[in-house]
């Protein structure tokens, strides 16, 4: 195994993942460093979200393992999880409660602080001041999803991994979640997502890896 201080912060080795006794792929290998982004493409159904599962530590793979700074994320599951935040296809909204309360509640659920003045701060740099006390089932779709990329941003997290970011957004909404990205790699953050959609990351390091059919090591490319 490489030593915990060569290796890279998130790396894949030798990666098989089945469901339903169909494999959706093996000998996935891959390394993402700081300031870089891996965008995950491939059909419904190619194993994008089963994938991400696996990064998360929520899905154990068929073979091979998940290492975060040299280690087997189930070793070292504490301090891989205060480093890592997920944001899945569902908003994980809790439709009772307005947005302020969902933060909290996530920030519980997860273990993290909650600064209540640092929560409103980034709602309302979200656009959605005029939502603070509504409760989250009167928002729009596109509303609880600024619900949910704040509490991303409030994970204070070095590694985000996006399942379908954009889907359901508007142009104003995809640009958001696009400069947060931007963002986030500028100071040295690291990135996995999913999406359908084109997302502006021009000048930045951006690795694709190809589910599917490619989904082999050859189906691995990078771009910068």
Known sequence: ???????????????????????????????????????????????????????????????????WR???????????????AYLAHANGIKDELNPVENLRFHGALHNRPFAHGQAVETLQRLGLSRCLDMPCRALSFGQRRRVALTALLLAGASLWILDEPLTGLDVHAVALVEGLIREHLNAGGMVVTTTHQMMNLDGFNVQRLLLGQAATPHGFAAES
Do not use: W
């Not at 195994?1 to 060569?6: F, R, S």
């Not at 089945?18 to 300031?35: P, T, V």
């Open 1 to 67: 195994m490489t030593a915990p201080l060569l290796a890279p912060p998130l790396s894949v080795h030798d990666l098989a993942c089945e469901r339903s006794e169909r494999l959706l792929f093996k000998g996935l290998n891959f390394n993402l460093s700081q300031a870089q982004l891996l965008l995950v493409q491939g059909g419904n159904g190619q194993g994008k979200t089963s994938l991400l599962r696996l990064l998360t530590g929520l899905g154990r793979p068929d073979e091979g393992e998940v290492r």
């Open 70 to 84: 040299g280690q087997p994320i189930a070793q070292c599951r504490n301090s891989y999880y205060r480093e890592m």
